[in-house]
């Protein structure tokens, strides 16, 4: 079983509706990231969080330590938000700053 | 967008040539990173490293080495290229080790 799994794997909306893409973890961590992949292939990162919520725009990131689960919320998605999104997490065992990644989830917003 | 500029972009070879890949950032970040991304995995670390001369493996190391004689420069050696590596790699920067990691273009490489 993969430390990080993501759901779903992919997910199709239409514009305007409310996103939510899914991160479970079987770690301690000390931080978890969710970063966004473009059609072209380049990754940026969106949030780092270690507890709560933080909000950017449209896009709002959750996580509950105790259950070991992140959200990552797009609201009044548009076809620009059409990106593989991809969450991380920093193991609190593990030295330096090592980063688990999941294996993405295709997001496809349609007009 | 942080300075990281990955060269070459694109690469194809032969099996059991040589291929190395730089990454260059101009943010004085003191860590670098180098990942693959293969469908039906996750980005996978390589190697990484936490100051000039100073590296470590990551969770893929075999068949790479790395070096970084200075802060701005982290090179990627394929010392001899297999099939298995064909990949697009990744490299990343961060401040620190509990930092934000911001990361390069990517390189589609090619081993035939």
């Known amino acids: 079983k993969n430390e990080v799994e993501q759901s779903p794997q992919n997910l199709t909306a239409q514009e305007g509706e409310f996103i939510t893409i899914n991160c479970s973890y079987s770690?301690?961590?000390?931080?978890l990231h969710w970063l966004q992949q473009h059609p072209g292939g380049g990754i940026v990162s969106l949030f780092m969080?270690?507890?709560g919520k933080k909000k950017h725009g449209r896009l709002i990131a959750t996580i509950n330590i105790q259950e070991k689960h992140s959200s990552l919320h797009i609201t009044a998605s548009h076809p620009r938000d059409s990106a593989v999104y991809i969450c991380?997490?920093?193991?609190?065992?593990?030295?330096?700053?090592?980063?688990?990644f999941g294996e993405g989830t295709q997001l496809t917003v349609n007009p | 967008d942080a300075g990281i500029t990955q060269s070459p972009r694109h690469k194809v070879t032969e099996t059991g040539t040589p291929v190395t890949l730089r990454c260059h950032q101009t943010e004085n970040h003191r860590y670098m990173y180098w990942y693959r991304q293969d469908p039906g995995h996750g980005l996978r670390l390589i190697h990484y490293?936490?100051?000039?001369?100073?590296?470590d493996k990551g969770e893929v190391s075999d068949g790479y080495s790395v070096s970084r004689s200075k802060t701005e420069d982290f090179l990627l050696t394929l010392e001899s290229a297999t099939s298995s590596q064909t990949s697009v790699y990744f490299c990343?920067?961060?401040?620190?080790?509990?930092?934000?990691?911001?990361f390069g273009d990517g390189t589609r490489l090619s081993i035939l």
């Open positions: 990343a920067i961060s401040e620190g080790g509990g930092q934000p990691q911001h």
């Open positions: 969080l270690s507890s």
């Open positions: 770690v301690g961590i000390s931080a």
């Open positions: 991380a997490v920093r193991n609190r065992e593990t030295s330096g700053s090592r980063l688990t």
């Open positions: 490293s936490y100051g000039v001369k100073d590296t």
